[in-house]
């Protein structure tokens, strides 16, 4: 009868479940946003964040609710993702490979960091940066997360926070750099 | 905040700010992803309800013993072939599935049987093709699939009533369906958990005299 127990629908969920599935749709566009920021490829996305709901829901009875859910949310999305690339890394090419194809030949190369393609070279920097870095500079400047709370969802130091920090913006400088100028490797 | 930080360029500033924008996830995918999700809920629920007995090892081990059971076949058939007997096609696979379209069996088979739910298939005879099946047979076969889907949705919610009345209206469109097994069994299951222990004892009693080898016997106990 296993067969059977695969296909029949939910039963009336409990209150917990139901704010779990509430919570995960209200901030579904940032766990998109993040792996994509992240650096996972559009095809594995949707199966990454199916896998953050996962974790959401298992650890939902006991998480604080008087904090913020995104960093959490951040720091589960950052390990389902480095877990996914040990797991593939022989497997997969790491990282966009279009990235470079599409900033190092911009349509409008003078006004690359005012034009519509900011966007994508942004992206494409960041795939440059060691993982550990991405993630602190995503959480920190671009999701406007304290650093204490970037420390403490990643699990490290709040000054090994502030190194990465430090360190990963001035990668990010010359990444950007260098793809503005149209260098397809770093 | 950032006392321990560089400033930041104000290029870089002005193209973080850009990062910042977070799009929203298209319709499509966001709805699927909570059917997903939902999915995953109700499962989950299932689980905690219903545990998956200990019988997993034996259903595994039976599916090892079809396996080589097939393949002892498969070797005779290819040394009959060899020996220049009379060449018959292989003899398929051991399928989960169940079937009705089962033919009359000729050989070792009908004496050991597989499991009760892996059909004994015909060995040395032609099998019948696909494309010969009768639309209505796989229609009524969905059609089963689908009257024990609520039936089995309905036990997991604990409604034992309606269950049961599913149970009986299977019971009277295909007395002798190919689910009637899982049928017998919910009944079972769904009379014990609707509190009516006598009737469930002795349809568990039937059940057994009807599919000793069943391997959902095991769980004719659980809640």
Not at chain 1, 117 to 127: F, G, I, K, T
Not at chain 2, 141 to 160: D, M
Not at chain 2, 187 to 195: I, K, N, P, T
Request: net charge positive.
């Amino acid at each position: 009868m296993g067969y059977l127990r695969l296909v029949h629908s939910a039963p009336p969920a409990p209150t917990p479940e139901s704010a779990c599935l509430t919570a995960f749709d209200n901030d579904l566009d940032y766990i998109f946003a993040t792996l994509k920021r992240l650096g996972a490829a559009p095809y594995e996305v949707e199966d990454l964040a199916q896998e953050v709901f996962v974790v959401l829901h298992r650890n939902w009875r006991s998480l604080d609710t008087d904090r913020p859910l995104r960093p959490y949310l951040f720091g589960v999305a950052f390990r389902i993702l480095c877990a996914h690339r040990r797991r593939w890394s022989r497997e997969i090419p790491w990282g966009d490979m279009d990235a470079d194809n599409r900033v190092a030949n911009p349509a409008n190369p003078e006004g690359s960091l005012e034009s519509k393609q900011s966007h994508a070279l942004l992206m494409a920097a960041l795939e440059r940066l060691p993982m550990s870095r991405r993630a602190v500079i995503v959480m920190h400047d671009l999701d406007e997360i304290p650093i204490a709370e970037v420390a403490r969802s990643l699990s490290i130091t709040r000054f090994g926070a502030y190194a990465r920090l430090r360190k990963g913006r001035r990668e990010l400088a010359t990444a950007i750099r260098r793809l503005s100028r149209g260098e397809a490797t770093a | 905040m950032n006392r321990h930080a560089p400033r930041l360029a104000p290029e870089l500033d002005a193209l973080l700010e850009d990062g910042r924008v977070i799009e929203r996830v298209p319709d499509v995918v966001r709805a699927r992803l909570l059917s997903r999700a939902h999915a995953t809920v109700a499962a989950v629920a299932a689980i905690r309800r219903d545990p998956i007995p200990p019988v997993r090892r034996r259903s595994g081990l039976t599916l090892a013993l079809a396996a080589s059971l097939a393949l002892a076949i498969g070797a005779a058939a290819a040394a009959a072939t060899l020996r220049g007997r009379a060449p018959s096609p292989l003899p398929p696979a051991p399928s989960a599935i169940p079937r009705t379209d089962r033919p009359a069996h000729d050989s070792a088979l009908d004496i050991m049987p597989l499991s009760p739910t892996v059909a004994p298939q015909s060995t040395f005879t032609a099998k019948p093709h696909r494309s010969t099946r009768s639309a209505t047979a796989q229609e009524s076969y969905a059609a089963e699939i689908h009257l024990l889907t609520r039936a089995q949705v309905a036990y997991a919610s604990r409604e034992f009533t309606d269950t049961l009345a599913l149970v009986a209206e299977h019971g009277r469109r295909f007395p002798s369906g190919r689910l009637a097994e899982e049928r017998e069994a919910l009944r079972v299951r769904a009379l014990a958990g609707a509190g009516r222990t006598e009737e469930s004892r002795r349809a568990a009693a039937a059940f057994t005299s009807q599919f000793p080898r069943s391997i959902l016997l095991p769980r004719l106990g659980d809640p």
